[in-house]
């Protein structure tokens, strides 16, 4: 992506109807704005599961990390 945010100028002037952040057990929520022309928005955001693991050497003190890995 590349920058922090993400902008969508078809929504720009618009105005809202109606605004309503739903609960998904799949994805986490929802967020649906209903326009007074007759259209809509839909915004979800999902976070993807990663795995981190290391290969290290412990014994006395911090542990030395030979390899990190992220999947």
């Keep these: 992506m590349g920058q922090d945010y ?7 002037g618009k105005i809202v ?3 309503r952040i739903y609960e998904d057990a799949q994805d ?5 704005i209903e326009f007074t ?13 990663t ?9 006395i003190g911090t542990p030395q990390i030979i390899h990190a890995y992220e999947v």
């Design 51 to 59: 795995i981190k693991t290391a290969l290290f050497k412990g014994g």
């Design 6 to 12: 993400v902008e969508y100028a078809d929504v720009a």
């Design 17 to 19: 109807k109606a605004l």
């Design 28 to 32: 986490g929520c929802e967020t649906l």
């Design 37 to 49: 022309d007759g259209t809509s928005f839909s915004c979800s955001v999902g976070h993807k599961p």
